[in-house]
């Protein structure tokens, strides 16, 4: 246990996040969960995400539920001709830009590095983009999907001739959590330098970088291995076997985890003495006969059953959880990673959101309110860069502002 008063690290910092999406909104999402202050500029109609898988009376969906909590909204048309001055204020009150936009968008809002800076010397600016600002594919817009498709991960991951997209956008998650991690290293940076600087990410590079152990192989070996579905092609058995009621996968990596293995099958000395299996890579190699002892050992039980004689043999696995099964398994909520989020206006019943999944002994961090709704601070957020309300008002009654 620690002593003292815990802090949010982030308390005192401003963050502009002119995010869409997933890479850039969740960017700022992890700074709000450690205290800044983030204002998410959206259109007075709202932004394509707030409206991605909809379960509110009003449309709007998961997305902004996972990507808006600690926020405040700002409703701003940024093309709207009294915008610009906005932004300007916006961004001298701020630290930290967030805006995953293609380089030509971001010169022609203002919000490139060489704008910003120009308000704001000391100003850090965390961009997301499909492929960055050189070569070929500069110019390009992407999400999660492509990614995939460019890392060589989608072709391993499906079958042959049927190449399969995860559908988790790790991609995107991943990004936003590379530029939260930039973003720090520039605060850092700034508070030993007083320098400001632009920090940026990139889905290609993030999936190369996640997909980089099969990547390096290639280089190395030239293997050209081709899908194999569940099945790991580095060791076993290291697959997703069916059970009496439903799957459990298992994951066999080094010789003692396949002493045990083979201990519990009661056949120790035949998989042991094998030349065959003697190493992950050699399993691999000849991994049918394995996973067909695996295959039939699994199919006589249940998944409980599979799952607590595993463990019991210091073997790892899991059941494969439907997204319903998910949400109630008893380790989750042991550890407090999903927060009811209950008060977000037309929600038809609570909303169950993945909360900062790190844990700290000595600082806050974490959901502290819900999703803004459109403009919900708009007034508010204005009135602090020293409009007046009679400003405001005509700025509302203009459209510039919802």
């Known amino acids: 246990m620690h002593s003292g008063v815990e802090m949010s690290v982030l308390n005192g910092i401003r963050v502009l996040d002119f995010g869409r999406y997933v890479a850039g909104p969740y960017c700022a999402t992890l700074l709000g969960y450690l205290g800044a202050d983030v204002i998410r500029i959206e259109r007075p109609g709202g932004g394509e ?3 991605i898988a909809p379960v509110t009376a009003q449309g709007e969906g998961a997305v902004i539920l996972q990507t808006g909590c600690n926020k405040r909204s700002l409703a701003l048309d940024l093309r709207a001709p009294a915008a610009a001055a906005i932004v300007r204020r916006l961004v001298a009150s701020a630290d930290v830009v967030v805006a995953n936009l293609p380089p030509a968008a971001l010169t022609e809002l203002g919000l490139d590095y060489g704008s910003l800076r120009a308000i704001r010397a000391d100003v850090i600016l965390a961009t997301q983009t499909a492929f960055g600002a050189a070569g070929p594919y500069r110019g390009r817009g992407g999400f999660d999907g492509i990614g995939q498709a460019l890392s060589g991960a989608m072709y391993i991951t499906g079958m042959p001739g049927a190449p399969a997209k995860a559908a988790a956008p790790y991609v995107d998650f991943t990004t936003a959590v590379l530029a939260a991690f930039g973003t720090l290293a520039a605060l850092m940076h700034r508070s030993a330098t007083g320098e400001g600087q632009e920090v940026g990410t990139t889905l290609q590079g993030t999936a190369l970088a996640v997909f980089a152990s099969h990547l390096i192989e290639q280089s190395v070996t030239g293997i050209n291995r081709v899908p194999s579905g569940n099945r790991v092609q580095t060791s076993a058995p290291s697959d997703v076997f069916a059970t009496r009621d439903g799957h459990v996968l298992t994951h066999v990596v080094g010789n003692p985890l396949f002493r045990r293995w083979a201990r519990l099958m009661g056949e120790e000395q035949r998989w042991t003495e094998d030349p065959r299996f003697a ?12 996973l067909e002892r695996m295959r039939t050992w699994c199919a006589a039980r249940t998944s409980a059953d599979a799952i607590a004689t595993l463990e019991a043999a210091g073997i790892p696995a899991g059941p494969v ?5 998910a949400l109630e398994d008893p380790q989750a909520a042991a550890m407090g990673f999903l927060r009811t989020v209950a008060d977000y206006p037309g929600l038809p019943r609570p909303a169950q959101v993945s909360d900062l999944p790190v844990r700290f002994s000595a600082l806050a961090g974490g959901i502290t309110r819900r999703p803004p709704r459109i403009g919900e601070h708009s007034a508010e957020i204005l009135a602090e860069l020293g409009m007046s309300a009679t400003e405001i008002a005509q700025l509302k009654a203009a459209g510039t502002v919802g």
């Open 279 to 290: 190493t992950d890579q050699s399993r691999a190699d000849h991994a049918e006969p394995i």
């Open 49 to 51: 995400d707030r409206f």
């Open 321 to 325: 959880l439907t997204p319903q099964q």
